[in-house]
């Protein structure tokens, strides 16, 4: 087939691209694809979000049917996960292994228009410390049963089998990479892990995460983790470590050497800087670091132990804010997206995409301009109560210290928990009651740093009724304001 002449121009400077990038290895870009949202994005126009910024990879944290679906017929390269609930069964049941890989894998290899499947991640961060050993002692026996049942479906040259790691899994006496090692409960498990991978020449999955070092450690500062420190480097013998990035990947580093896997390759398969909720989490500082991250693995200048060896590809955290993630470890955990929850670019980053600015979601269907606040001229003696009551199911994490609602003032704070419990339910009338304190108003209560979202709208399924339900709301709404004037 001829091509279109208008892809011949883009088809050189791919090629242009290719050649420059030859040579010495750079890492290649994608975006970790969560779903932990009241409201997700349809996966179509997820898709086309990928599609417009020149995402070619993307990890998803399960195997969901949907989502698959939309990346099918895609040049998409695709992680799909197994959650840490599931590691059990897998662990105790080659059968159970075997019918996953055939329902989640196999099924999307057959036909014309597949998934391209990369890798299969078994378990998610299971080594994490607020774990304890909940899941990672069934993550030798899940990998193995899995890594068997894919072997068996022919599919064991196509797919590799990957056991993300989070970053605490690895540590290091007085910070020093050079004194790298694997947390001990978890050792002797890695090392299996380790010896498992690289029988199947696997990559070993890691999250780095500048962002908790910063926040959790008093021995840092925002500049190394940024990627512009210039003044204090940190001394390790004769290498020198001038980011936080290098200093953790490096501690890596030995912790694989001293375990008898030197040449382990690795996949930072998350890393991100949150915009909300906490210290430090700004759309403005997460720029610095993604500008400081992406020019720092486009240099392929490697860190002072694998100058040559750079991570062969690093997953972005994450694409899309999440309103329902766990905040048990911050309340930043809902603002790791490079675009919010409706597909809007909170800053610009470049991931090789030819205008070097990202493209919005385009096609977002949204409920009416409508917002619930609280009504001034009632009782206001259980208000404050009603309001905790709606934060503790709805998303109220930018009303925390730092947060971009921090400054709103009683009772506005209040108005901002009613509106997320009201959008979160789908604008539902009796969702903004409280008690007889709510009230549904046309009027953007909105502030210079604090937005009050409209929610997307979802369901589609009843969408006649509740079309039909919104316009006479929207009549009422109307005569009712009139009658008030
Ligand atoms: C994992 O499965 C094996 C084989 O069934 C079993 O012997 C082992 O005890 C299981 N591991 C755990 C931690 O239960
Ligand atoms: C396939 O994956 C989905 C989503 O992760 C899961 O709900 C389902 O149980 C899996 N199928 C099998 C047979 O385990
Ligand atoms: C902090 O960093 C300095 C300099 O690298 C090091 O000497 C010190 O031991 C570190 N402290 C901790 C608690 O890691
Ligand atoms: C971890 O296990 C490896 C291999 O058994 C061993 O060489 C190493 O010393 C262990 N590390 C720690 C910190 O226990
Ligand atoms: C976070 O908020 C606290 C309390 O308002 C303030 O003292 C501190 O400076 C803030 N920190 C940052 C990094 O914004
Ligand atoms: C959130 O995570 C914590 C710690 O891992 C856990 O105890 C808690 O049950 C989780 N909450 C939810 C709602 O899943
Ligand atoms: C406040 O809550 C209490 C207990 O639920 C209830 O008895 C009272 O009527 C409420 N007050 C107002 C003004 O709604
Ligand atoms: C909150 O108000 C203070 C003082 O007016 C201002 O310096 C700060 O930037 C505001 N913070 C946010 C997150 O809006
Ligand atoms: C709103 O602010 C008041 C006064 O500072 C505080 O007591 C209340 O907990 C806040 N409510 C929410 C939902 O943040």
Redesign the pocket.
Known sequence: MVPPPTARPLTMIVLVLLLASMGSRATAIGVNWGTSSSHPLPPAIVLQLLKSNRISKVRLLDADPALLGALSGSDVDVTVGIPNAML?SF??SIKAAESWVHDNVTRYFSGGRGVRIEYVAVGDESFLLGHDDQFY??VV?AATNIQAALTKANLGSKVKVVVPCSADSFESESSLPSKGHFRIEVNSTMVQILKLLSEHRSPFFVTISPYQSLLQSKNTTLNFALFKETAQSRKDGQRKYKNSFDLSYDTLVTALYSSGFPNMEIVISQIGWPTDGAAYATSILAEEFMKGLLDHLHSKSGTPLRPQNPPIETYLFSLLDEDQRNISSGNFERHWGLFTFDGQAKYQVYMGQTSKKLTNAQGVEYLPSRWCVVNNNKDMSNATAEALDACSVADCTQLSPNGSCFNLSWPANLSYAFNSFYQQHDQRADSCSFGGVGLITTVDPSTVNCLFTIGLQTSHSDSFAWGFSTQLMNFLLTYILVLLK
Do not use: A, K, M, W
Request: net charge positive; glycine share 16%; charged share 15%.
């Open positions: 059990r662990n105790s002692p069934f026996g």
